[in-house]
């Protein structure tokens, strides 16, 4: 039977911005992984710096390595007991989407960070990492780099809009907020937390498709008002004329309504949209010597006008789930390395300065570090607590 030995492990990630190649999302940034407790049983010869062992990590389920370029070594160290190995990482972020309104779209990128368990060179021992957080500073658990401009004792908002320009490189992708969510996922079973969850709230689609969508429609509305209301002073044929450049106006602008489709389904607020301005305009239309009525043009002008439902409630729901989002987010100073900050050394004693996830769940963690149930609201650091594959229990980590 193989051994099992749990390694306290600080896995410190420092983000550098996001970048974007072919429409995903890129998280770059520099993490820090030190092993803690290291000796002679675990089969990691402590004098041997070059073939030094670390817990290797996967990313959304995928092994992250120098093979496919989402991470590399660039340096290991020793000290002691204490292995640290720094990596450089450019991985690609998931995404998710949480708020879909026409033209508005939400998504959450995010990553999960799992390090992975491994057998020593002795194929006698397994090795588990278990993290390891700082008890009383979370910037030295994750922290963004610090931007120019940034000004500790300043405002929240000329702050936020300076970790904003330098996190988000990305050309389709904007931040609703440049404060990441993390979560650390706990193993109940198995009694160890080998994983973080860390993820952003980014716009894949909002006030540009508006603006680039809507306000053309607006035009088309206003001209085809024009249009009915001086019905007696147009004729036939320069009524028809100028109706079949407003449709086709519409035909030209329709492949930027539905693109980026996700569903097969017939009724979605794209294509209601999009049939109630065919039904408008066509009704529009309906004049002539056989015709002695205006009641189809007046209801076709309405129903255009009433399209415009979809997109300002649309408008006004994105901006209340993006409101939410800032709401929960975590504080700007929990987040944002500043210019001169104190730093804690987490020596070999490392139960001084820091905790185990673990001991926190199990609720030995003193008055340093607590959970509380509630996890969705506010911005804390969180804890997902799996005991099982259909039941999870989530908290919040509130620092002391």
């Known amino acids: 039977m193989v051994k099992e030995i749990k390694v306290p492990v600080r896995n410190f990630m420092l983000l550098k911005h996001m970048r974007e190649e072919d429409g995903i999302p890129f998280l770059v940034a520099t993490f820090q992984q030190n092993l803690y407790n290291v000796n002679e049983e675990m089969g990691l010869d402590r004098d041997d710096t070059e073939n030094a062992k670390f817990f290797e990590y996967r990313m959304n389920d995928v092994p992250a390595n120098a ?6 070594v660039r340096r290991t160290e020793r000290n002691g007991s204490i292995l640290t190995t720094t990596f ?34 002795n194929d006698g021992i397994r090795l588990r990492p278990n993290i390891l957080l700082c008890r009383r500073e979370r910037l030295m658990n994750l922290a963004i780099q610090t931007p120019e401009g940034f000004d500790s004792k300043g405002g929240d908002y000329s702050n936020i809009k300076a970790v904003d320009e330098k996190m988000d490189k990305c050309l389709n992708y904007d931040f609703i907020t440049p404060l990441p969510k993390l979560d650390f996922l706990y193993d109940a079973k198995k009694e160890y937390c080998p994983k973080m969850h860390l993820s952003f709230g980014m716009v894949q689609s909002g006030g540009l498709k508006f603006v680039q969508i809507v306000l053309p429609i607006c ?9 009915v209301l001086d019905n007696a002073e ?13 449709a086709l106006t519409f035909i030209i602008i329709l492949p930027s309504i539905t693109a980026g489709s996700t569903t097969q389904r017939l009724l979605t607020l794209k294509n209601v949209y999009s049939m109630l301005i065919f039904v408008g305009l066509a009704l529009s239309t309906v004049r002539g010597p056989n015709v002695d ?30 409101q939410k989002i800032r709401k929960e987010s975590p504080n700007i100073h929990t987040r944002v390395l500043p210019h001169k900050v104190k730093r804690i050394t987490i020596d070999a004693d490392y139960k001084k300065e820091a905790i185990l996830v673990e001991d926190i769940v199990k609720g030995n963690n003193g008055l340093s570090a607590t959970l509380k149930e509630d996890f969705s609201e506010g911005g804390d650091d969180r804890v997902a607590v799996n005991y099982s594959q259909s039941t999870t229990k989530k908290f919040r980590l509130v620092h002391g």
């Open 293 to 322: 009525t205006n009641i189809y043009s007046i209801s076709g002008m309405f129903i255009l006008w009433a399209s415009f439902l979809i997109p300002i409630s649309s408008a006004v729901s994105f901006y209340l789930h993006s």
């Open 67 to 72: 093979e496919n370029g989402w991470l590399s």
């Open 219 to 227: 035009l088309i509305a206003v001209v085809n008002t024009m249009l």
């Open 234 to 246: 147009i004729t036939n044929s320069n009524f028809l004329v100028t109706a079949s450049i407003l």
């Open 88 to 121: 450089q990482v450019d991985a690609p972020m998931a995404l998710e989407v949480e708020f879909d309104r026409f033209p508005f779209k939400i998504a959450r990128a995010s990553i999960m960070i799992e390090l992975s368990s491994f057998t020593t060179c």
